[in-house]
T-cell receptor
Framework: GAVVSQHPSRVICKSGTSVKIECRSL??????MFWYRQFPKQSLMLMAT?????????EQGVEKDKFLINHASLTLSTLTVTSAHPEDSSFYIC???????????FGSGTRLTVV | GQQLNQSPQSMFIQEGEDVSMNCTSS?????WLWYKQDPGEGPVLLIA?????ELTSNGRLTAQFGITRKDSFLNISASIPSDVGIYFC?????????????FGTGTRLQVTL
């Protein structure tokens, strides 16, 4: 089945630094990648949608200059949290969608802790 | 952003019991999906529903797409310890395309022996 590999699984960074999270679709081409954020005991909240080769579309309230999304190839999308603050600490999850297939494949998530 | 309402929020049940949870929306969706999330992991798809009124099973799991297209339920029969986790419903407006999913608030299931 379709697999999305997400790295790192856990990262701790200092306030003010930037962190990059990678998602790779291993056995399919993800024309669309979705990025979610999940706070403890809460649901997944969509942050942005990115189509390969295009600029990402951000949900209301999500700062595009703070959460940089790159989807330069059909198998790789990255989310960079810039100038991270403790309130950015969360569980970040990506989800890849293959054109025409109708299914979404989720990564295993990245636990970000900003200290 | 919009969220779908799931109930119950959490439940403790004994091994072997049946479980029922539901998901409601104020707006219509054309696809309903049910996911299970284990701690520290991403969601895994359990069942997908594409037609109003559709009833679909996957092993001990059964889910139905409400006739109004504003709700769905998930049943788990004869629960086992590995059923522990958080169950999320998700609605998709446009089937078969990469339209975004709207997730439910989640139902946390704990199974006691």
């Amino acid at each position: 089945g379709a697999v999305v590999s997400q790295h790192p699984s856990r990262v701790i960074c200092k306030s003010g630094t930037s962190v990059k999270i990678e998602c790779r679709s291993l056995d399919f081409q993800a024309t669309t990648m979705f990025w979610y954020r999940q706070f403890p005991k809460q649901s997944l909240m969509l942050m942005a949608t990115s189509n390969e080769g295009s600029k990402a579309t951000y949900e209301q309230g999500v700062e595009k200059d703070k959460f940089l999304i790159n989807h330069a190839s059909l198998t790789l999308s990255t989310l960079t949290v810039t100038s991270a603050h403790p309130e950015d600490s969360s569980f970040y999850i990506c989800s890849g969608h293959k054109a025409g297939a109708g299914g979404y494949t989720f990564g295993s998530g990245t636990r970000l802790t900003v200290v | 952003g919009q969220q779908l309402n799931q109930s119950p929020q959490s439940m403790f049940i004994q091994e072997g019991e049946d479980v029922s949870m539901n998901c409601t929306s104020s707006s219509i969706f054309n696809t309903w999906l049910w996911y299970k999330q284990d701690p520290g992991e991403g969601p895994v798809l359990l069942i997908a529903l594409y037609k109003a009124g559709e009833l679909t099973s996957n092993g001990r799991l059964t889910a139905q797409f409400g006739i109004t297209r504003k709700d769905s339920f998930l049943n788990i029969s004869a629960s086992i310890p590995s059923d522990v986790g958080i169950y999320f419903c998700a609605g998709q407006l446009t089937s078969g395309t990469a339209s975004k999913l709207t997730f439910g608030t989640g139902t946390r299931l704990q199974v006691t022996l």
